[in-house]
């Protein structure tokens, strides 16, 4: 290849309001992306070229509800309305999951969008079976429910609105202003202990949010959003996730004090993890925006993980080991304790209000059982 091809190729994946650098192939394709790069000759200034366009894809699951089992987190259900996520956080451990489809953990990540169009029906469907028991239901425990698209397509609210008239439980973990679109039916499922809201912060720091995290909210929207739904009455926590060493780890004690101020009753945190070909990504990405930073993140990430990029262990690949990783907990229980200590911070969601209607023919009544 030569260098002015090079040069072109460059260009055209220096994409304004995207997260990652690259679109290697997945792990499972077989195949080489070829991409024509004529096009890049013509456009003389950089600024011109035009953005990536996002794609919606249809995803035609027949079921909803999934169930997961993890070590971790333990055991529980979650519903997830999208496949990919256009907020393009460059750290997302979700990213291989696009490899599934022979479909990069890169920019077709946050560029090529899976649609769950059913999810409300099929969840309506799955509460009626009486082979459910109610419990807690996550939204969304891998890609955010308030991404973007739904603006316009108001999936995730429409789930909300059988999860209420079911009285059914739901966790909300999101990093979108959008959430506070729907204030109104989690304020009514706050009032029967039905709904727990988590808003994730990365850093406080704008620039470094706005690249490390380009299509999602700001920091300042994402505490003003925790301040909008706690003086809703709705429960909101604040989770530091992910924290990265050498970069945002500093941070932490800025992030309680003003998640606190803002209302948020509760808070937790994440060690960043780096799964497959996100270390790459993330690598590339360190090299492109921060290369004076570059080896010493890495070179901290490394101290949390044993001496890799990514420990898969189940107990210590959300926390991390050695000594870095116990100054980081030791750092975040001593302003939690400084920010939180008169904080109500348990909540128990209530299952025993959950309540199916009736069925009239094929019409649901508002009778219930």
Known sequence: MSESQKKSLDLIFKTKGRGAVSNDSGRFNKT???????????????????SLKTEYLIDNTKTIINKFDSEDLGMGLSVNPYRGCEHGCIYCYARPTHEYFNLSAGLDFESKIFVKEKAPELLREELMKPKYQPEAIMMSGITDCYQPIERKLQITRRCLEVLAEFKNPVIMITKNFLITRDVDILSEMAKDN?????????????????????RTSSPQRRLEAIKILSEAGVPVSVNIAPVIPGLTD??????????????????????????????????????????????????????????????????????????????????????????????????????????????????????FE
Do not use: C
């Not at 080489?32 to 035009?50: F, L, M, N, S």
């Not at 509760?266 to 090299?287: C, I, Q, T």
């Open 32 to 50: 080489q992306r070829v991409y024509d790069i004529t096009d890049a000759d013509y456009y003389v200034d950089e600024e011109d070229i035009p």
């Open 250 to 367: 500093h941070e932490i004690p800025r992030i309680l004090e003003a998640a606190a101020h803002a209302g948020a009753r509760s808070a937790n945190y994440v060690m960043g993890r780096l799964p497959h070909s996100v270390k790459d990504l993330f690598v590339e990405w360190l090299d492109k925006n921060y290369p004076e930073k570059k080896d010493r993140v890495i070179s901290a990430i490394r101290d949390v993980r044993g001496g890799k990029l990514y420990d898969s262990n189940f107990g210590s690949r959300m926390r991390g080991t050695g000594a870095k990783a116990d100054h980081v907990a030791e750092m975040f229980h001593i302003f939690r304790r400084k920010y939180f200590m008169d904080k109500k911070s348990s909540l128990i969601l209530r299952t025993d209000l959950f309540k199916r209607p009736k069925v009239k023919g094929d019409q649901f009544s508002f009778e």
């Open 194 to 214: 039905l709904v727990s809201v988590t808003l994730s912060v990365t850093s406080l720091d704008e620039n470094l949010a706005r690249t490390m995290e380009p």
